[in-house]
């Protein structure tokens, strides 16, 4: 694990590069006599006969959230005018950079990636080296699988008090847990994924928790998105019923059998979005064989009118919305899986995102 004295040691024995660039360190920063602040080092960068030199900031991590206090930072810091701001991380992404870019501060990264800014002189970029230093965290992806229902709460209500409020309220619209006897998330991974988030800039934790990047957040959950596996269990019916009689049919033997049953994102756009409407009605259930031995009806792939996929996978089911007594898939579950289809669902999907983004109001 890499750490700021390892980052320093690293520069001292030369072994940070930016080509063509030579960076040497040059010493530990002075306190400045006003505002009691000073950058950890001064480096110096040659290439041929120009010299310029750097007031350095080195963080051993680059999360959103630690980039930019480490560029405020550098900011508050009066410099002379021969003197320059520069941040080092182990990793900087393109984002960042171009952040640092308009910002007018240089950056540095282990991987091969930097940006040197001399305003009305100098700006060199380079970019597209991997990252070598992928930030640790207590869960491996928070955007992915169960974790992520509490990433999407958010989008259920953008504020709460507390942590446990959370909890509470992520437990609550998780139909497993209600229908199903699935164990409920604990307090300690909603704690985790709520710090996660925090490092991401994604949420404040300043007067309770609120929501602050809404479309960021879709973002990261549509690029992360687990896609069902394509060896999951479906049976196509065609069965003596359609239209709102299935649904009536469906939510009677939901009841009778105490089994969750709830639309998938497909089949569920026409809540939120405006779409040719398909003639099979696809639902999520955790068992099709005791549904099977109360439905009847023949198993066809030719004209079949209802698709049952057998899944526990809670976040299918999470935020699911009751209408006449039938579960609708969420909003958010619409999006990912049509953000994640063909050109007409990605087209449709855009419809289904401006409804999201509409509906999560952030105070």
Not at 96 to 107: A, F, I, R, T, Y
Not at 263 to 284: C, P, R
Not at 319 to 334: G, H, I, L, N, Y
Request: one cysteine or more.
């Amino acid at each position: 694990m890499i750490t700021e004295t390892k980052i320093l040691e690293q520069l001292s024995a030369g072994k940070i590069t930016l080509p063509p660039f030579i960076l040497e360190y040059v010493g530990t920063g002075r306190k400045n006599r006003v505002r009691y602040t000073r950058p950890d080092i001064f480096i110096e960068l040659s290439w041929e006969k120009e010299k310029i030199r750097f007031a350095v900031e080195i963080k051993a991590r680059s999360t959103p959230k630690v980039f930019q206090n480490a560029l405020n930072q550098i900011k508050r810091i009066d410099l002379p005018k021969n003197i320059f701001p520069m941040l080092i991380f182990p990793y900087l992404g393109e984002g960042q950079l171009e952040q640092l870019e308009k910002e007018k501060v240089s950056g540095i990264d282990l991987c091969g990636n930097g940006i040197i800014v001399v305003p009305e002189k100098l700006l060199i970029v380079r970019s597209g080296a991997k990252n070598r230093f992928p930030t640790y965290s207590p869960i491996r992806n928070i955007y992915q699988k169960n974790s992520s229902m509490a990433t999407r709460i958010f989008f259920v209500k953008s504020q709460f008090k507390t942590v446990k409020e959370i909890h509470n309220n992520i437990n609550a619209c998780n139909l497993l847990v209600e229908q199903w006897n699935v164990k409920p998330m604990s307090l300690s991974t909603v704690s985790k994924v709520l710090s996660a988030l925090e490092e991401d800039l994604i949420i404040s934790r300043v007067d309770g928790i609120r929501l602050l990047q809404k479309d960021t957040l879709l973002d990261k959950l549509s690029q992360n998105y687990d896609v069902a596996p394509k060896n999951q269990k479906r049976v196509r019916l065609k069965v003596p019923a359609s239209g709102g009689s299935l649904n009536n049919l469906l939510v009677r033997y939901s009841t009778e059998l105490n089994l969750p049953i709830v639309a998938t994102g497909k089949s569920s756009v026409n809540q939120y979005a405006v779409m040719q409407k398909d003639n099979t009605l696809s639902v999520y259930c955790p068992r099709i064989d005791r549904l099977l031995e109360r439905l009847g009806g023949s198993q066809t792939d030719r004209f079949p009118n209802l698709e049952i996929v057998e899944t526990e996978t809670e976040f299918f089911y999470f935020d699911s919305r009751k209408k006449k007594e039938f579960f609708w898939a969420s909003p958010v579950q619409t999006y990912l899986e049509l953000i994640t289809g063909d050109k007409r669902d990605r087209e449709t999907a855009e419809q289904v995102r401006d409804f999201i983004l509409r509906d999560t109001e952030i105070k």
